[in-house]
């Protein structure tokens, strides 16, 4: 995905880590965004707040999951969608996750497991800062 969108040249960057394995899948970490991928949903770009907010609330481990799709234009700001919902950012309200259809039980388990993820997500992009990339808020 990082060549097709430009490499180096794109609004990704250099690359900040190696392709690292995760949980059904692989990340790899750029100046400016972060590729995840999947079997199910293949290889596809976050950045910018939309980033901020996915790391904010565990990345692939959140209730988002995967991304499905790179970030597009979309009613006036801009879109990225997921297994599990979508972010949706515009310049006056920011980044704002929307989550598919969740029962009372599984919103409850996605309130703890993100709570978790939240204290998680701020190491590693204080991390990812130290390590020179850009980390938008």
């Not at 394995?21 to 590729?35: D, R």
């Not at 995967?66 to 006036?76: D, H, M, Q, V």
């Amino acid at each position: 995905e990082y060549q097709r969108l430009g490499g180096a040249g794109s609004l990704l960057g250099y690359p900040t880590t190696d392709q690292a394995a995760i949980a059904a899948g692989a990340y790899n970490h750029f100046q400016y965004g972060t590729v995840l991928w999947s079997a199910q949903t293949g290889a596809h770009e976050v950045h910018g707040p939309i980033r901020a907010a996915y790391a904010a609330i565990g990345w692939n481990t959140s209730a988002l999951g995967y991304p499905t799709s790179n970030e597009y234009a979309w009613n006036g700001g801009r879109r990225s969608d997921f297994e599990g919902g979508h972010v949706y950012w515009t310049g006056a309200a920011g980044a704002i996750i929307y989550y598919a259809f969740l029962n009372e039980e599984r919103r409850e388990q996605v309130r703890q497991i993100e709570m978790q993820a939240i204290s998680e997500a701020r190491t590693l992009l204080q991390d990812l800062q130290g390590q020179g990339g850009e980390v938008a808020s």
